[in-house]
């Protein structure tokens, strides 16, 4: 049986010099950048909103594109591997964009 590591208890073991410490997953990643960390949801962004929310969370990003009836033009349909699926910093994620 495998547990599950709480990765905040053991960043509150590696604090700054200062004392500080803020566990989000930001926190985590630079804590430990070959952790893996969940793809952010950025359905309903810009692409470049998309790219900044991607960038933040340790990862790269490609455009793609696909015609959709619901989704309006220019705006995030959702991404490949989809949100939420953990992977390694520094991986590259396709987020698809609408032709509307």
Do not use: K, W
Request: net charge negative.
């Amino acid at each position: 049986m495998h547990q599950q590591l709480d990765l905040c208890a053991v960043a509150a073991d590696h604090r700054p010099a200062d004392g500080t410490l803020a566990c989000t997953d930001t926190a985590v990643y630079n804590q430990f950048p070959g952790v893996p960390q969940p793809i952010p949801s950025v359905a309903g962004d810009t692409y470049a909103q998309a790219q900044t929310a991607l960038t933040a969370a340790g990862f790269q990003s490609t455009e793609s594109y696909r015609t959709s009836g619901t989704v309006p033009i220019n705006v995030v349909i959702g991404t490949n591997p989809a949100a939420g699926t953990s992977l390694p910093p520094g991986s590259t994620i396709s987020v698809i964009v609408s032709l509307g």
